[in-house]
């Protein structure tokens, strides 16, 4: 079906792309959703004719004929899968005129962090809040790290609040989506290494700007200067050190134009927030990514005791995982699995992997898991004998 | 072991169907000339993924693509005369084309899990040298992309195939149990 015969123009923009468009939100006029769209593009060619954003180096590098860009493929592939509460879903996706660029549609609800903290500036400072929110932004992060991905835009215009109406004053209700729109933001709320062009990036990217974000809710406004990012990072934490940053890049002439400082006591910035938090505040902005924690882990941090048994929903992944257990990795746990890792950890890990299974291929493949599960267990027993 | 040359060539088809009288049914016989053709492409594709020397996850992923997702669609009524998908490179169906597109989708899975793709030259050369019907350029290639791309809807979601399953089991099994090490992937 046609763009403009599914869909409806809705008045207002939500902000600037990268590539200084306006992003506008629709209405799906069928089921009455709200979408905001992404342009990735499609066609190589056109890179070279259009003066978009981003180093230019790495597109010379790049040769000819190409076809799609792979970055395009894998950001569709990745998109095509997810699914869960606090990641928006692609609600759309489909060609734009000309078949230069894939548009994808992404659910929009409510409004984005930073408009939230504007309108509500009371209420957003509620710790209750506060904690309910960064708990779902944590479980987004964690399922985009368990499908082995990283969202890497992680800023206050990708986070969606929604149902937190006049009438509505219960803190657990109000909900949390993760989207991905290139949407300028000032500052950026990107990790350190990234900002010293590290070649070695892992998904600890997202857990810093995770660490800003929780840092902006506690104190209502950025963390970190517009102006000079990397001079307001290391005022705060410290400059790195050869010690905290070991192995992530070569610091010396980097670090030059920078003031030396030494980390400062969080609590001091952060006042009335409870200890726990500033645990966990000071874990997500760690220095170095190595050190810093995991999106699994900070779940399981003690600043979320009490919120996690109300919030814990069974998402797909879970269900699909427990049933997969029951069938296949059951078996396979008792005949293998007398020493260290039990179960449970098989089943972690099939969940990733289970979540994605869209219809049949799921029966086929767990058919073939435990076809190759009796080949293991009959290999363990002639090796016994 | 079948050759593609073996196989049973499309004409007998037509015959076989005239018999019973299906021949005027063109949509269904386009589905069952496809799904003739089905295993000595599937043969083609993990041949060509030999030759190309690609990862165990690269071939797969293809086979996926093109054999769980792409060939099913072979119903619908998108595909058509008039539908909108009524491609040149999809219509006539000949063997050739599909093995285009079984190289495309391995162009495609290769973008997704290698860090760096195998080039539009690798599967051009290797397409002249062993699809014999028809010449493809480097255009017709990067044209299929993007028809195999809406032909399946976009849905090129990588995690679900069989094998990353198989291989995280594998992964356990190496920590838990030493036979671990004796299982190889022969793939």
């Known amino acids: ?385 | 072991r079948t050759n593609i040359d073996q196989e049973t060539p499309i004409d007998t088809w037509y015959w076989h169907k005239d018999l019973y009288g299906f021949y005027t049914r063109k949509r269904e016989m386009w589905k069952e000339r496809a799904l003739a053709l089905r295993p000595c492409l599937l043969e083609f594709l993990i041949e060509s993924a030999q030759l190309l020397e690609v990862s165990p996850i690269v071939k797969y992923t293809a086979l996926s693509f093109f054999a769980d997702r792409f060939y099913p669609r072979f119903s619908s009524s998108r595909f058509k005369e008039g539908g909108d998908i009524a491609n040149w490179l999809l219509q006539p169906l000949r063997e050739s084309n599909l093995q285009l597109f079984a190289l495309v989708s391995l162009w495609i899975s290769s973008k997704i899990h290698s860090s760096r793709p195998l080039s539009i030259n690798c599967f051009k050369s290797l397409g002249d040298k062993v699809i014999k019907e028809q010449h493809f350029t480097n255009r017709d290639f990067l044209e299929a992309e993007v028809v195999l791309m809406q032909v399946l809807n976009f849905e090129i979601g990588a995690v679900d195939i069989a094998f990353t399953f198989l291989e995280e089991l594998l992964h356990q099994l190496r920590e838990v149990a030493k036979i671990g090490d004796l299982v190889n992937f022969e793939a």
């Open chain 1, 1 to 385: 079906m046609d763009f403009r015969d599914k869909f409806k123009q809705l008045d207002l923009g939500i902000g600037t792309s990268l590539s200084r468009r306006p992003i506008f939100k629709y209405l799906d006029k069928e089921t009455g959703k709200t979408i905001a769209l992404k342009r990735i593009i499609l066609r190589h060619e056109l890179l070279q004719a259009l003066p978009l954003t981003g180093s230019s180096n790495s597109r010379q590098e790049q040769p000819i004929d190409v076809g799609i860009p792979a970055n395009t493929i894998r950001q569709i592939s990745l998109y095509r899968i997810l699914d869960h509460p606090n990641i928006a879903s692609l609600e759309y996706l489909g060609n734009d005129p000309g078949d230069h660029f894939v548009r994808l549609g992404f659910e929009y609800v409510g409004v984005d962090l930073r408009k939230f903290q504007k309108d509500n500036a009371i209420r957003s400072r509620h710790p209750k809040l506060i904690k309910s929110l960064m708990y779902q932004l944590l479980s987004g992060i964690a399922y985009y790290h368990s499908v082995n991905a990283s969202h890497g835009n992680i800023n206050p215009t990708n986070v969606l609040i929604s149902n937190y109406g006049d009438d509505n004053n219960d803190d657990e209700q109000v909900n949390l989506l993760i989207t991905n729109l290139d949407l300028c933001v000032q500052p950026s709320y990107q990790a350190p290494e990234i900002l010293l062009e590290s070649n070695r990036l892992s998904t600890a990217v997202d857990m810093f700007s995770a660490g800003c974000i929780f840092g902006e809710m506690l104190i209502g406004k950025p963390v970190f200067d517009t102006e000079n990012e990397l001079g307001s990072i290391f005022k705060l934490l410290g400059t790195p050190t050869k010690q905290t940053m070991r192995g992530v890049i070569d610091l010396d002439e980097k670090l030059k134009k920078y003031q030396k400082h030494s980390p400062k006591d969080l609590s001091e910035t952060f006042i009335g927030v409870e200890p726990a938090g500033i645990d966990l505040l000071s874990k997500l902005l760690c220095l170095n990514p190595k050190e810093r924690i995991m999106a699994s882990e900070a779940l399981k941090h003690r600043y979320f005791y009490g919120i996690e048994a109300k919030k814990r929903v069974p998402t797909p992944a879970a269900a699909a995982a427990a049933e997969v257990g029951n069938s296949s990795v059951g078996p396979f746990a008792a005949e293998v699995g007398s020493s260290s890792a039990g179960p449970s950890a098989a089943m972690d890990s099939l969940a990733a992997g289970t979540s994605a299974v869209v219809g049949s291929p799921a029966a086929s493949a767990s058919v073939l898991v435990e076809s190759w599960i009796d080949m293991v267990s009959a290999a363990l027993d002639s090796s016994e004998n």
